[in-house]
């Protein structure tokens, strides 16, 4: 480096002074000499003026940077901005503004969080914050306020830039992602609502029912959930088709949502089945079902107004199962079970009724699955027997017998056919009990008719709509028979009004194919229904038999009295033979052979018994 005059160089270097000149001394440890030391100055500062110079020039292209930063940036898809330590505006893009809503010159200098939804905001000024403090990058999902736009949603990114002149602004990226949320909630909205009616689906429902449990049990509060079933919905759905059905569906889910406070839940389960959450009743029992009832019926009124589906009134009503609960003692699936339970129960006790839930329902419920269960095994294990209850003529002679079916249980005893043939049929076992029922009646035939003195007995069974109107009964009745070798003319089948009305046409074509290869029918219970005489003169009924609740009270009954002797004189008009049921006395025997009858059944002439103490 070439050797300058010290006078040369002071202007320069600014140390004009003595104490400047000492302070240098003592920077340079190793000077000997003023000569060496301002040498060594001038080094220094000629290093420092390099430094000044590298220095200027990283500013230059910050500055340069930042310009093409913005330059770059101008026309990109995303939202650029810059933002000043405040969150004004500074600097926005073209994409960024039409992001925001508003022209670019509009959104200078004006405070971003004013383009932020409400209740985002708090979360945008911790970003904001988070940026100014730190470096790395602050990254949200935010909703954007954009006129007339209420919830536009954008990720948004800031990260803080310190400028040479040592001014930290915020550089902020805003990226569209409203299409994607938009996709996300329709997503959430499929897994937790139904897409008929908008209502709740099961999962929310359940989900909502668990919380639900979770703050009664803190605030001792009762909830209650009402299990809703429409009446005759199926009868629309197949008459008016599914469209209608649909409409049904949205008016009921609408109305039900009108019977509600805020914070109860209306969901749909499915078909016509919705579930109303009731919460905060009252903390004491019998307030809260009194709470609940006047709830389910406010329902069961608004239910019963009609719709109107596509210009027209439908009339509609349902039915309501209840059940309260308080804590988390019971589950949600077990609280939804007992509601339906109930539910069942109402339906059981006709249209637009409510039932509610109790412990009762349950054992019934509970010995009911036990009886089940049996059933099945009761039918394998030969559990069943046949009774049977002796037929007399006018001389008290017996004519033949009704078989009438018994379960030993094994623990419970001998149950009576009303204690379990509802349950058969139901469980679609009847068929089963049914075949043996007649094997067994057949195979008595045949061991009567191989002694003179009971040959010219009869065998009544009792036929059910289901084994009836079972499409093979007519071919697998007359199988049997044959198998076993039975005489048909004596084998009698009793059958019921409601099952003949049932399938009035089917049924005349199955007594017809029956009585052709001999076997007869008697017309069961005659006289509990309303019995219409087109169907009696139709259907080629052998035997009428005269219930025992006519019986009953005939002698003491002037009405009954009129009752029974019109429906004997019907029966006669009609050619039928007449059976009456539930003879107790020699009295009320006589009331009836004296107007003709010429068969009876009853206690006076014998209970149901073993086969063997019937002779
Ligand atoms: P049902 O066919 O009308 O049978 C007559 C019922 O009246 C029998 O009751 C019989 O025990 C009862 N009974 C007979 N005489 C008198 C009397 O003098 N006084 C009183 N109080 N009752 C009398 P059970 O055996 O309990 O049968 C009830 C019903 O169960 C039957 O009514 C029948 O509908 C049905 N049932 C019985 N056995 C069978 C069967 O094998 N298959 C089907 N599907 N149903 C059956
Ligand atoms: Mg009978
Ligand atoms: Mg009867």
């Not at 938009?182 to 609502?193: D, K, P, Q, S, T």
């Not at 949600?332 to 109402?346: F, G, I, N, T």
Request: net charge negative.
């Amino acid at each position: 480096m070439a050797q300058m005059h010290p006078r040369a160089w002071q202007g320069q270097s600014g140390l004009r002074s003595a104490p400047d000149i000492r302070q240098a001394a003592h920077a340079v440890p190793n000077a000997s000499t003023l000569e060496d030391i301002l040498h060594e100055l001038r080094v220094r500062e000629i290093e420092l003026e390099i430094q000044n110079e590298e220095l200027r020039r990283v500013q230059l292209t910050l500055e340069e940077s930042r310009d093409r930063y913005l330059d770059l940036y101008e026309f990109a898809p995303a939202g650029y901005l810059t933002l000043d330590e405040k969150g004004i505006i500074q600097e926005i893009n073209l994409a960024g503004a039409a992001l925001l809503g508003c022209e670019r010159s509009r959104l200078l200098r004006r405070s971003l969080c004013k383009f932020i939804a409400p209740d985002d905001g708090d979360r945008y000024h911790q970003a904001l914050s988070r940026a100014l403090k730190r470096t790395e990058q602050n990254s949200i999902a935010l909703k954007l306020n954009r006129p007339g736009d209420s919830a536009f949603h954008v990720q948004m990114n800031c990260v803080r830039v310190i400028a040479s002149d040592g001014s930290v602004t915020v550089r902020v990226t805003l990226i569209d992602i409203n299409e994607s949320k938009r996709a996300e909630a329709e997503v959430e909205n499929l897994a937790f609502y139904d897409s008929l009616t908008q209502l709740p689906n099961r999962r929310l429902l359940m989900e909502r029912l668990r919380q639900s449990l979770a703050s009664s049990s803190r605030t001792k509060r009762h909830g209650a959930v009402l299990f809703i079933d429409l009446d005759d919905f199926k009868t629309l759905n197949d008459t008016q088709g599914h469209d209608i059905g649909d409409l049904l569906l949205k008016s009921v889910g609408n109305r039900l949502l009108t019977s509600v406070r805020e914070g109860d839940t209306v969901a749909r389960l499915g078909g016509d089945e919705f579930v109303i959450m009731l919460q905060d009743l009252s903390e004491n029992q019998f307030e809260a079902v009194s709470q609940g009832r006047a709830a389910a019926e406010k329902i069961l009124t608004l239910l019963k107004m009609p719709h109107l589906l596509e210009g027209h009134d439908y009339r509609s009503s349902g039915s309501i199962g209840i059940s309260l609960y308080s804590g988390t003692q019971t589950s949600v699936e077990e609280l939804l079970k007992h509601a339906d339970l109930a539910l069942y129960r109402a339906k059981g006790a006709g249209r637009g009724t409510l039932k509610f839930y109790d412990p009762e329902m349950q054992a019934a419920v509970t010995a009911r699955a036990v009886l089940e269960s049996d059933l099945r095994r009761g039918l394998e294990g030969r559990q069943f027997v046949l009774r049977y209850q002796r037929q007399v003529n006018g001389k008290g002679q017996m004519v033949g017998a009704e078989a009438l079916v018994r379960w030993e249980h094994p623990i419970r005893g001998l149950l009576l056919p009303e204690e379990f043939i509802p349950l058969t049929q139901e469980k679609g076992l009847i068929g089963l009990l049914g075949q043996w029922i007649l094997e067994t009646a057949c195979a008595q035939l045949v061991a009567w008719s191989s002694e003179p003195a009971t040959a010219h007995l009869t065998v009544s069974i009792n036929v059910s709509a289901q084994e009836f109107f079972h499409p093979e009964f007519v071919r697998q009745t007359l199988a049997t028979i044959d198998r076993i070798g039975a005489d048909p003319r004596k084998l009698m089948l009793e059958v019921t009004e409601s099952v003949v009305l049932e399938h009035m046409e089917e049924a005349l074509v199955k007594i017809r194919d029956l009585k052709l290869r001999g076997v007869s029918f008697a017309l069961d219970d005659f006289g509990t229904g309303y019995s219409s005489l087109t169907y009696l003169k139709r259907l080629s009924f052998d035997h009428l038999k005269i219930d025992r609740s006519l019986v009953r009270d005939v002698l003491k009954d002037p009405i009954d009295q009129s009752i029974a002797r019109i429906v004997i004189a019907l029966g006669h008009s009609l050619g039928l033979q007449i059976t009456v049921e539930g003879i107790e006395t020699v009295e009320q025997r006589d009331f009836f052979a004296l107007d003709g009858c010429q068969c009876f059944q009853g206690f006076l002439f014998g209970h149901p018994a073993p086969v063997e103490s019937l002779l």
